[in-house]
């Protein structure tokens, strides 16, 4: 069955929307850190809710990103990247695995996430499930 106009827009969108978020939240840490949020991203998909109901509007929901924040100084380069980028192009190749359902989640269906130079308070007294890079991984946050 072909996608409709509509369809095929909405996957386009959903697939920019997730590469420019692997790219602007991860951009340091090379495939297998963008791996990690993607996973992130789609684990929190697959439980629609207070996170939103597609990929996109799990990106965009506000104070979830940093990247998509107005006041976020890299927001402008986030806008503007494009595939000539060695690192956007990495995350347009997990975002297409990501969408196509063939993305490894090694993060343990990991929800949340956060640089290891910080503690955020929600991660106050658990263990990470998984570090990568540096980025610590967790599945028990409800």
Known sequence: MTPTIEQSFVRQFEHDVLARTLWGEARGEGRDGMR????????RAARPGWWGRSIAEVCLKPWQF????????NRVKLLAVDGRDRAYATALSVATDALAGILPDYTFGA????AVDCAPDWARGRTPCVVIGRHAFYNDID
């Open 111 to 114: 929800t949340h996430y956060h």
């Open 36 to 43: 990690g949020v993607a996973s992130v991203i789609c684990n």
């Open 66 to 73: 940093s990247c998509w924040l107005e006041s976020d100084p």
